[in-house]
Structure formats: structure tokens, C-alpha cells
């Protein structure tokens, strides 16, 4: 059971927007910058955002981050076949002193 | 190329010991910390500690602290994690990474392993 909480799926059509949420607490997401990764199946996981809203160089504007509060979103938009994978929300947890993931969301573009 | 490369699949007995290694290469080994990362067979991912192998600071989460160990040989840029006694639930995926941000508090994994497949069976 993750401190971080995520919808365990999401689904939409090529071409529309989604949105996955992670819903923490004043010890972790409220006080600290939130990180997502994304993992197509059989691959390691890849850094998509950081610094809550932040891209690393080689990640299509499709892809951004929020934070508002003890949440965070990723929003995907121009949802590709290729999108379809396991996105997982990442921050520090200061009551653990340690990273924490959420228990991750899988995406399925119909 | 700036890589994290990960030792190979592991199969092990119940109560039998292990070390897995990640070796970095094309950046400076010792100026940013590593983390270690499990994802047992089709769960999620859980964050068990980190070391800095420029003196070898380490952090474990607490699920993790006392169940394995956290090592690192900056000389030939490596990091390890161990387990002294397997157990079946140790079966998953290890994966290493590369951690960034201006502090601790701000973590993320920018580069990582391809994985390091454990199984204990008896």
C-alpha cells in the first residue's frame, strides 16, 4: 500500500487527452516536488517529468505536469498506441526520510 | 555513452545470499547518488535506498533498512545491493538509477538500469 495514491487505469481514444492524478499528503507531495515515470511494458521506467512540471530534454510537450496542494497530475495529450505503459508519481516522504512511489496507472489508448 | 549497466539475471535458493551489481559509466560516478528500486512480479515500483558513492552515505527506506544492504566501489564505479538470506519474497526486478535534483527532498531518477531479474525458489 503506497503513501502516494493513483487510479490503478485509465483509457482513451487516440488523438484525446488524459489525465492521471497522485494524491498524497503535507509529508510528501505537499512539501516536495513530484517526479513521473513512464514504463512500456517489459522496459525499466523512464523519467518523464521532475521538478513537478518540468521535461527532461527528448520528452514531447504532449506530455506535462502539475501540482496543486497534496496532488499531482500528468497530463498526456495526443494519446498515440505507443503511449499505452504503467505511469508512476514519485516524491520524497519526509515522516520516512525516503523516496516514495505511487502504486502506478495503466494506461490503455482504444 | 552515459550508461547505468546492471549484472545479470540471478536464480537463488531460499536462504542462500546475493550481491547484484550497476556499473556507471560516461559521467562522474562519484558526484551523484544511486538509488535501488524493486518491482516484484506485476506490482509497482518501491524505492529502497540510495548511497553516494563519493563516501558511501547511504539511506534506506524503512521497509527496506535491515533487509538488505547498500554498497558502492567508487574505484571501479559500481554499486551493489546485497541480501544475506533470501527469502521467496525477495523474487523481482532490482533496478538502478541515477539520482538527480538540487537536494534529497527533491529526487528523481533521471537515468536507469535495464534491470536485474532475482528469483528464490526452492
Known amino acids: 500500500q503506497s503513501v502516494l495514491t493513483q487510479p490503478p487505469s485509465v483509457s482513451a481514444a487516440p488523438g484525446q487527452k488524459v489525465t492521471i492524478s497522485c494524491s498524497g499528503s503535507s509529508s510528501n507531495i505537499g512539501n516536495n516536488y513530484v517526479s513521473w515515470y513512464q514504463q512500456l511494458p517489459g522496459t525499466a521506467p523512464k523519467l518523464l517529468i521532475y521538478?513537478?512540471?518540468k521535461r527532461p530534454s527528448g520528452i514531447p510537450d504532449r506530455f506535462s505536469g502539475s501540482k496543486s496542494g497534496t496532488s499531482a497530475t500528468l497530463d498526456i495529450t495526443g494519446l498515440q498506441t505507443g503511449d499505452e505503459a504503467d505511469y508512476y508519481c514519485g516524491t520524497w516522504d519526509s515522516s520516512l526520510s525516503a523516496g516514495v512511489f505511487g502504486g502506478g496507472t495503466k494506461l490503455t489508448v482504444l | 555513452e552515459v550508461q547505468l549497466v546492471q549484472s545479470g539475471a540471478e536464480v537463488k535458493k531460499p536462504g542462500e545470499s546475493l550481491k547484484i551489481s550497476c556499473k556507471g559509466s560516461?559521467?562522474?560516478?562519484?558526484?551523484?547518488?544511486i538509488g535501488w528500486v524493486r518491482q516484484m512480479p506485476g506490482k509497482g515500483l518501491e524505492w529502497m535506498g540510495i548511497i553516494y558513492p563519493g563516501d558511501s552515505d547511504t539511506r534506506y527506506s524503512p521497509s527496506f533498512q535491515g533487509q538488505v544492504t547498500i554498497s558502492a566501489d567508487k574505484s571501479i564505479s559500481t554499486a551493489y545491493l546485497q541480501w544475506s538470506s533470501l527469502k521467496a519474497s525477495d523474487t523481482g526486478m532490482y533496478y538502478c538509477a541515477r539520482l538527480r535534483g538540487s537536494s534529497l527532498t527533491t529526487w528523481y531518477f533521471d537515468l536507469w538500469g535495464r534491470g536485474t531479474l532475482v528469483t528464490v525458489s526452492s
Open positions: 560516461g559521467y562522474s560516478f562519484t558526484g551523484y547518488w
Open positions: 521538478d513537478n512540471n
